[in-house]
């Protein structure tokens, strides 16, 4: 019966002879060891633990610091409780006290009245997960639809792909991808597999993108093969930066600059020093060499401040804008005397 006792209980893991050359070079690899450095007072996360929002990245971080503490297995029960008799009672005793108070200090304050009397570190752990892990179908729904409505928008390179491959990696750790668990696969459809949903995300990656990227795009889709989702990125990041130092203008944009400063500097046109009107000179001034016989001198449209006299022009009065020596001058000076006095014969009838 003693025996069977015997053989029916948990194995203790036993730590490793202290003169060992492993223990010598690495003496976390007894998870009974606690370093100077492993105080209760220490915090072992930035961002405690609030509610169900961030649970995911809270445990994650926990995970990691505990495996680098070779302490993941006080929170995960493979390091069960040794009897009273037994001569590690002591170390895990003072081990599970410690990784207790490591997850008091990393949950808030109201997080931390639901698990302050529990003294097991498995059980702390497994009551936070179960009241804050959301089931893998809603969390894994809510995660796809946060990917899709993602888009770069007004947010710069670095921003975007920061978050959109942390939903990535969320998505993987609650949806994780499958493989070959035989053991006697050959065809390597682990990498094979991984190969296709990086391309997948590298499609994805450079449709949220924005127009700006538009000839960065054109020219990563036309490798073959496709390039993994780092080199993409940076391939992408090399183009913005490019684009940042060496600005180029459109041709469009130049012609309208240069069509602009055209604009801007007009011929001057020609000037009349008798008149004082602009779009002829001196030499071809009509009211000093007289109006061609197929039109008429402009009338005023405004009134006379004085009335014309009812007498006729004397005879010997000659047209002072009309005086020009050659036949052609008289010629235009005499048809203009006609329409003067019919507009006298207007005013003395009116």
């Not at 633990?49 to 070779?70: C, G, H, P, R």
């Amino acid at each position: 019966m003693a025996s069977d006792s015997s053989t029916s209980e948990t194995p203790i893991p036993l730590p490793p002879d202290p003169s060992s050359p492993q223990h010598s070079l690495d003496p976390y690899a007894n998870p009974l060891y606690l370093h100077a450095a492993d105080s209760s007072s220490i915090s072992l996360v930035t961002d405690k633990l609030v509610d169900e929002s961030n649970y995911n990245f809270w445990a994650t971080s926990m995970v990691q610091i505990l495996t680098a503490k070779n302490k993941f297995g006080f929170i995960y029960g493979t390091i069960p409780q040794p009897a009273e008799i037994h001569t590690d009672y002591g170390a895990w005793i003072r081990c599970n006290a410690i990784v207790g108070t490591w997850i008091n200090n990393s949950v808030s304050t109201d997080v931390k009245t639901m698990i302050m009397y529990i003294e097991n570190a498995h059980l702390k752990w497994t009551t936070l997960e179960t009241q804050f892990k959301q089931k893998n179908a809603s969390k894994i729904f809510h995660i796809e639809q946060q990917i899709e409505s993602l888009q770069q928008g007004s947010l710069d390179l670095n921003t975007f792909f920061t978050k959109l491959n942390s939903l990535w990696e969320e998505l993987k750790m609650h949806d994780p991808i499958p493989v070959c668990i035989c053991g006697h696969c050959t065809c390597d459809s682990k990498a094979r597999l991984m190969d296709y949903c990086d391309k997948k995300n590298v499609v994805r990656f450079l449709m949220k993108l924005t127009e700006f990227f538009h000839p960065a795009r054109r020219q990563i889709l036309m490798i073959d093969p496709l390039p993994s989702i780092r080199k993409v990125y940076g391939m992408v990041a090399q183009e913005e930066h490019q684009r940042i130092a060496l600005p180029s203008i459109p041709d469009s944009v130049a012609f309208q600059a240069s069509a602009k400063s055209r604009s801007f500097s007009p011929k001057p046109r020609p000037f009349c020093t008798h008149c004082g009107i602009q779009g002829h000179t001196v030499s071809r001034c009509y009211k000093i060499h007289g109006y061609p016989p197929s039109t008429r001198p402009p009338l005023s449209n405004k009134p006379d401040i004085l009335p014309r006299p009812r007498f006729a022009y004397p005879e010997n009065t000659q047209n002072t804008v009309n005086m020009v020596g050659s036949d052609s001058d008289i010629s235009a000076s005499s048809q203009l005397i006609p329409a003067d006095k019919s507009a006298q014969s207007t005013l003395e009838q009116a």
